[in-house]
């Protein structure tokens, strides 16, 4: 048995209790280089810890290999020691999974499909799924914290979600898929 999540277009406002979009989307915040480069500048909200908690910024790079819709999980996890952002150095796009926290646990899932040239930061302890790009395999930078302590939680879920793209428009199906998900819990 399993749980179905329809897929959503990746959006400031529908991501920002979970993190950033990072793209260069709207008008840039300066023009630089003699006019030649668009800077589109503080475009995460990046917490690397601070007091005893405190890390340091890391770039690392992971290669992903590629998923396809639907797509079956039942792991999620989250950093509890700072943010984490995950920026696609090719353009191809990708599932990205997140779960408000409830109580220590992840709660309702939501699922994005981030599109070339979309980035996201993870705010930090914000449960997520693992990489998972569509299609085609993927190199992202990512942007986390280096430090000491435990900055990794997985939690298996007991009952899998199934992520499917909507068959009609995103907004009436997602809401559909709420309202459905919240009448099981009522």
């Given at each position: 048995?399993?749980?179905?999540?329809?897929?959503?277009?990746l959006?400031?406002?529908?991501?920002?209790?979970?993190?950033?979009?990072?793209?260069?989307?709207?008008?840039?915040?300066?023009?630089i280089?003699q006019?030649?480069?668009e800077?589109?500048h503080?475009r995460?909200?990046?917490?690397?810890?601070?007091?005893?908690?405190?890390?340091?910024?890391?770039?690392?790079?992971?290669?992903?290999?590629?998923?396809?819709?639907?797509?079956?999980?039942?792991?999620?996890?989250?950093?509890?020691l700072?943010?984490?952002?995950?920026?696609?150095?090719?353009a191809t796009p990708?599932?990205v999974?997140?779960?408000?926290?409830?109580?220590g646990r992840?709660?309702?899932?939501?699922?994005?499909?981030?599109?070339?040239?979309?980035?996201?930061?993870y705010?930090?302890?914000?449960?997520?799924?693992?990489l998972?790009?569509?299609?085609?395999?993927?190199?992202?930078?990512?942007?986390?914290?280096?430090?000491?302590g435990?900055n990794l939680?997985e939690?298996?879920?007991?009952?899998?979600?199934v992520v499917?793209?909507?068959?009609?428009?995103?907004?009436?199906t997602?809401?559909?898929?709420?309202q459905?998900?919240?009448?099981?819990h009522d």
């Amino acid at each position: 048995m399993s749980r179905t999540l329809h897929t959503e277009p990746l959006t400031a406002e529908a991501f920002a209790p979970f993190g950033d979009v990072i793209e260069a989307a709207g008008a840039p915040d300066m023009v630089i280089n003699q006019g030649f480069a668009e800077r589109f500048h503080d475009r995460a909200r990046l917490d690397f810890g601070t007091g005893s908690d405190a890390g340091r910024a890391g770039i690392s790079l992971f290669r992903a290999r590629p998923r396809a819709l639907p797509y079956r999980f039942s792991l999620l996890e989250r950093h509890p020691l700072g943010s984490q952002a995950f920026i696609p150095m090719q353009a191809t796009p990708w599932l990205v999974i997140v779960a408000p926290d409830e109580s220590g646990r992840p709660g309702l899932p939501r699922a994005f499909i981030a599109q070339p040239g979309q980035g996201v930061n993870y705010l930090r302890a914000t449960w997520h799924g693992v990489l998972t790009p569509l299609g085609e395999p993927a190199l992202f930078a990512v942007i986390d914290r280096i430090g000491e302590g435990n900055n990794l939680e997985e939690i298996w879920l007991d009952t899998p979600y199934v992520v499917e793209q909507p068959h009609n428009n995103h907004n009436q199906t997602r809401r559909t898929g709420l309202q459905q998900e919240r009448e099981k819990h009522d």
